[in-house]
């Protein structure tokens, strides 16, 4: 990506200018989507695929307009969008597309993981843009995005043949992860911005131990860490997973923002009130995680 350095440096101030270390998953489910906004939806378009896009654009719409100035980051999960087949698709663009008007850094959570061409053609596609002719387009347009890379460096950058670099390893009772932790720092290494790499790492919240350890291993590496809230991990289970400064991580809330106002603390807000319910749980977990940080 051509620009991940100032992508980076601009993730990096909008942390510190909402104070929220905070990345929100958009990641809906026909479950999560308030009665009634299903309703409109079939309404215009029927029980069909477009008729579930819609209620998931509405629906996202409304969580983006109730939390966009609370928030540096948003994670829009790919599969969520796809399982509604083209029109989810079309739903997915317009979600990345609106979060960016407010201002929003876009995660594409599409956890890619190829070689080659198609490497290339997922970077172009979600990152840069295609050639049209004598005319180039951004496909969808997001800031960053995963990958898997347990295909090696070819599948995060298109190389050399590389496999081998994890999957033929011998571990020499050294974990895996250290492995490809050691691996992020030395891509990253060649991709910084200011004080941070824009190549980073998702290490799970519910594994305090191996952040600790993967911490070390990549100062410079921001780490997005999933499972807060609604898979168990708190705020003072996350400390080890950022640096001095108090920044090098970013933590996603999903279900656990987005459903809120299906959680029982929440429950006040009623269904026609999901967004308020959302706002004052991205409230909860931006206390939550700078009284952890406080505390350490």
């Known amino acids: 990506m051509q ?6 440096n601009k ?11 905070i990345v929100v998953g958009l990641d809906p489910m026909m479950k999560f989507v308030p009665e009634y906004i ?12 477009e008729g579930a896009a819609e209620a998931i654009w509405q629906y996202n719409k409304g969580i983006v307009d109730a939390i966009y100035d609370l928030v540096p980051a948003v994670k829009p999960q790919v599969a969520m969008y796809e399982q509604f087949g083209i029109p989810g698709m079309v739903a997915f663009k317009k979600t990345v597309d609106y979060c960016k008007e407010k201002g929003l850094i876009v995660i594409g959570d599409i956890k890619r993981g190829d070689i080659g061409s198609t490497s290339e053609a997922y970077a172009v596609g979600h990152l840069g843009k295609v050639q049209v002719g004598s005319k180039s387009y951004y496909g ?15 599948g995060v950058n298109p190389s050399n043949p590389s496999s081998g670099e994890f999957q033929d390893q011998l571990v020499n009772g050294r974990p895996l992860y250290e492995l490809v932790g050691e691996k992020v720092a030395a891509w990253g290494a060649d991709c910084m911005g200011d004080s941070y790499s824009y190549v980073g790492a998702v290490v799970g919240a519910t594994y305090p131990e191996q ?4 911490r070390k291993v990549m100062p410079k590496a921001f780490i997005l860490v999933p499972g807060y809230g609604a898979q ?18 970013i933590i996603n809330s999903s279900r656990g923002i987005i459903a809120a106002y299906q959680q029982e603390k929440y429950a006040q807000f009623g269904e026609q009130n999901y967004a308020d319910a959302s706002r004052a749980a991205v409230l909860d977990m931006r206390e939550d995680i700078a009284q952890a940080l406080a505390a350490r």
């Open 3 to 8: 620009n991940g350095g100032n992508m980076i």
């Open 11 to 21: 993730l990096i101030t909008r942390i510190k200018e909402t104070n929220a270390p």
């Open 38 to 49: 299903k309703k409109a939806a079939f309404t215009e378009y029927g029980e069909t695929l």
């Open 140 to 154: 969808f347009d997001e800031d960053f995005v995963t990958v898997n890379p347990y295909l090696g460096s070819d």
């Open 211 to 214: 952040g600790k350890v993967l």
């Open 232 to 249: 168990g991990g708190k705020g003072a289970d996350l400390v080890h997973f950022f640096n001095e400064d108090g920044l090098g991580a």
